[in-house]
């Protein structure tokens, strides 16, 4: 795998890690963002378990599995496609950048690991 592939993967992690810390700790920006696109609060955790899952499965694909860690971002591709689906649907083009930069990094570990 190549140094790009690792570092574009490594960087999908941490920024997936990041946002279920937001999550779990309920982040004031967080809840505000999820409420400004309709998501109930009451799916915050599940949708954290969901970006968790990915993340830890991108990781187990680098260290060997490449299988899981295709659907892994897979998912996460997937997930952001959606959550960019819902800021369009609620007209909330202020933070779409967002889940614009989480669903470039997990289609871009999609591509990296595909290509392996």
Same mark, same amino acid.
């Given at each position: ?29 967080? !809840? =505000?963002?999820? %409420? ?8 915050? *955790?599940? $949708? ?5 899952? @990915? ?29 960019? !689906? =819902?800021?369009? %649907? ?8 967002? *889940?614009? $930069? ?5 289609? @871009? ?8």
């Amino acid at each position: 795998m190549s140094a790009a592939a690792i570092v574009v993967i490594g960087i999908t992690v941490v920024m997936n890690t990041a946002v279920v810390i937001g999550d779990i700790i309920r982040a004031e920006f967080v !809840i =505000a963002n999820s %409420r400004e696109v309709g998501v109930p609060d009451g799916w915050l *955790p599940v $949708l954290a378990v969901l970006k968790g899952a @990915g993340a830890a499965g991108l990781v187990v694909g680098v260290a060997g599995l490449p299988l899981i860690g295709i659907l892994a971002a897979s998912g996460l591709t997937l997930f952001y496609l959606s959550a960019l !689906i =819902a800021h369009v %649907r609620a007209r909330v083009f202020r933070s779409i950048a967002f *889940p614009a $930069l989480f669903f470039a990094f997990a289609l @871009g570990s999609l591509a990296f690991l595909l290509a392996a």
